[in-house]
């Protein structure tokens, strides 16, 4: 089983980094380019997400990004430490709506098998997991 933890600050400057870890630890799996460019987006996407929503734009946050690669799956875990957001409360476009932004939740759906968000006493975790095929 393969695990890789990166933690980082909510400044926008450190997204490339992450997205560059996101892409070797994917290396390994069989996914293909397009299946790999989506995930990585996706989880882009979702800290992109955490820094604008949980942490309001503050850039000296903490983020955790935790992979690992199961038998049957890898699984992407994003935590954050800010405001909460409830799942109900979050709203994407239809992505057919020719207009800039709201189309990060209908990415990250598409790019995930599944998705799900655990509140935790403090902050959110975003579970991310694609299926191996």
């Known amino acids: ?45 979702a800290c992109t997400n955490v820094i604008r929503y949980a942490y309001r734009l503050r850039d000296d946050q903490l983020i955790s990004l935790h992979m690992e ?23 994407g476009r239809s992505h057919d709506m020719i207009k800039p932004g709201g189309l990060g939740l209908f990415l990250i759906r598409n790019a995930f098998d599944e998705v799900d968000y655990i509140h935790k006493r403090r902050g959110t975790e975003l579970v991310l997991t694609k299926n191996l095929e």
């Not at 690669?69 to 709203?91: F, I």
């Open 69 to 91: 690669g199961l038998s049957k799956c890898v699984r992407v875990r994003l935590r954050d430490y800010g405001e909460q957001v409830l799942p109900n409360q979050m709203k």
């Open 1 to 45: 089983m393969n695990k890789q933890t990166v933690e980082f600050s909510s400044h926008t400057a450190n997204l490339a980094l992450m997205r560059n870890c996101v892409r070797k630890f994917l290396n390994g799996y069989p996914f293909s380019e397009r299946q790999r460019l989506l995930m990585v987006l996706g989880v882009d996407e």
